[in-house]
C-alpha cells in the first residue's frame, strides 16, 4: 500500500494521476499547504523540503517501506516499480528524461513564478509579471513546437505528460490564448479525457 501526502496543486495532482494510472493502491492524506500543514514535525521526516507530494510505500526496494519526497522522484519511482509510461529502452528512456526535466526545470519553476506574480502577490511588480508571462509563453512555444510532430512530448503517453499536464491546467492563469497553441490544446484534451487523469485531479 502507498500512503499518499498531497495537495490539489500542479505538483501534487502529478502523483495522483500517476498512481491512478498505473493501478496501485494508495491512501490520500491531505496536507493543507494554506494551513501551513506541510510544516508539521511528522510530515517534514518525509518531505524534508516541506513540499508536496510525498509518497510512502509500504512495499519498497526489496520489500522495505521507502519514503518519497519530490514529484519528479516520485513518477520516476513509480514509473520504474511498475514498468508503466517510461520506455524499457535506453534511448526512449532517456527522451522521457528529458522532457521530465524540461518539466521539472522550466516549466515548474517559471509557471510556478507566472501564478505567484500574476495572481498572488501582495503587491503588483510589472516586471516580475512580465518577466515571467514572457518565459511562460516561451516554454508554451517549446511545447508546441515539438507537438505538432508527435502526440505526446516523448512519443508515446509517458510520465513526461504527467509532469507537464499539471501546469499546463493553470493555462488560464498564464494569459495565454489556446488559437496560438493548437497542437498544446489537442495534447492538453487528449489527456484531460483519460479517466485516470480524470480520477487523479479530483485528489484530495
Known amino acids: 500500500m502507498i500512503d499518499l501526502y498531497t495537495w490539489g496543486t500542479p505538483n501534487g495532482v502529478k502523483a495522483s494521476i500517476m498512481l491512478e494510472e498505473v493501478a496501485l493502491p494508495y491512501r490520500v492524506h491531505p496536507v493543507n499547504i494554506g494551513a501551513d500543514e506541510q510544516f508539521?514535525?511528522?510530515f517534514l521526516k518525509i518531505s524534508p523540503n516541506n513540499k508536496i507530494p510525498a509518497i510512502v510505500d509500504s512495499d519498497g526496494p526489496g520489500g522495505e517501506p521507502i519514503s518519497l519526497f519530490e514529484s519528479g522522484a516520485i513518477l520516476l519511482y513509480l514509473a520504474d516499480k511498475t514498468g508503466r509510461l517510461i520506455p524499457a529502452d535506453a534511448r526512449g528512456r532517456w527522451r522521457v528524461m528529458e522532457w521530465l526535466m524540461f518539466q521539472m526545470g522550466g516549466v515548474g519553476p517559471m509557471f510556478g513564478q507566472a501564478?505567484?506574480?500574476r495572481r498572488f502577490a501582495k503587491e503588483e511588480v510589472p516586471y516580475a509579471i512580465e518577466r515571467y508571462t514572457t518565459e511562460a509563453h516561451r516554454l508554451y512555444g517549446v511545447m508546441e513546437r515539438r507537438l505538432a510532430?508527435?502526440?505526446f512530448l516523448a512519443g508515446d503517453y509517458s510520465i513526461a505528460d504527467i509532469?507537464?499536464?499539471g501546469w499546463v491546467r493553470r493555462w488560464e492563469w498564464h494569459g495565454?490564448?489556446?488559437?496560438?497553441?493548437?497542437n498544446l490544446h489537442?495534447?492538453?484534451e487528449a489527456i484531460g479525457e483519460r479517466p485516470a487523469?480524470?480520477?487523479g485531479i479530483k485528489v484530495p
Not at 176 to 182: K, R, S
Request: with cysteine.
Open 115 to 117: 501564478n505567484h506574480f
Open 186 to 188: 489537442r495534447w492538453f
Open 197 to 199: 487523469v480524470q480520477r
Open 163 to 165: 509532469a507537464c499536464f
Open 149 to 151: 510532430e508527435r502526440d
Open 40 to 42: 508539521e514535525p511528522a
Open 176 to 182: 495565454i490564448d489556446w488559437a496560438d497553441y493548437p
